[in-house]
């Protein structure tokens, strides 16, 4: 076959959306295979090269549940790869909080508790789990989307051309409610002034246009603009160049209601400008 085998491991902590994620892969296309042992996967891709079938996208799900994985996942990542195929490690989690009150309303045991204890499990699973989240292609932090917000998300992400070029996903968030655990880069705009201090702007959001003509109307939110657009104008080719597809840039204010929102959508009309795909996620805006 002269086309290469695409594989996405589907990969992270239990809770987290990797059935959602399969499911929306195969909807887009990918032959689909859960809870595949690591020790398999040299074989799979040799089944593959033998196979008369046109199948040139594959999903696996992984995930801690098997048990030899933990040990060989660097090995196994490494033959496929040397076999020529193009494999990318999507990691998907969500904080603690959101963890436990997922399991809480399915009622299911986490695979990693003992006695029954969900926060340890999510702990211990965590940390096993950690290697493998650094070297993660894409992290993709379910803790805010529904399950219908994460399918959006994923079919934005991977229905897009699969050539080289980088995507660049646009997060606004507000510090109280933590950093975007998937973020590449964060900038904070704290230091512009606040619209929710201005009463009749409060109840609005960065997406209304009282509230983005108040922030954008100021030297110091211009100015801070161009700062961040030169600066990924420099760095966007040389991480494409590097063999980065997907790069999140955050974007904090104190709430994720106005400021963060406001740039975000500032930002994203510049990058379109410059040729570069863009998505855009407002983590906080409805808190």
């Known amino acids: 076959m002269s086309e290469p085998l695409h594989a996405v491991v589907v990969t992270g902590l239990s809770g987290s959306g990797k059935s959602t994620a399969l499911r929306v892969l195969e ?63 999507m990691y998907l989690e969500a904080s603690d909080e959101v963890l436990v009150r997922r399991f809480s309303e399915t ?89 929710f201090f201005v009463e009749e702007l409060r109840p ?18 211009r100015t801070f603009l161009e700062h961040v657009q030169n600066l990924l104008a420099f760095t966007l080719p040389r991480y494409q160049r590097e063999g980065k597809s997907y790069l999140t840039i955050a974007i904090g204010c104190t709430g994720g209601r106005h400021r963060s929102v406001t740039l975000v959508e500032a930002l994203r009309s510049r990058l379109e400008a410059m040729g570069v795909r863009v998505l855009v996620r407002h983590r906080d805006v409805e808190r």
């Open 27 to 89: 909807d887009l296309g990918f032959y689909c295979v859960d809870n595949l042992p690591v020790v398999l996967l040299a074989r799979f891709v040799e089944l593959w090269e033998s196979s008369r079938e046109e199948v040139h996208r594959v999903a696996l799900g992984i995930d801690a549940r098997e048990r030899l994985f933990l040990g060989g996942f660097h090995a196994a990542f490494e033959e496929v790869r040397r076999a020529g195929v193009r494999l990318e490690v």
């Open 107 to 195: 009622r299911r045991p986490h695979p990693a508790a003992v006695g029954g204890n969900v926060e340890e499990g999510i702990r211990r699973e965590r940390e096993a789990l950690r290697e493998l989240r650094e070297v993660a292609d894409r992290i993709v932090d379910t803790s805010a989307l529904t399950v219908h917000e994460l399918r959006a998300a994923l079919r934005d992400m991977l229905a897009r051309d699969e050539a080289s070029a980088l995507t660049v996903s646009l997060v606004s968030f507000g510090y109280k409610y933590g950093l975007p655990t998937d973020a590449d880069l964060a900038f904070d705009c704290r230091f512009l002034p606040n619209p």
């Open 204 to 221: 609005k959001t960065g997406l209304d246009a009282a509230v983005a003509d108040y922030v954008m109307d100021r030297d110091d939110t």
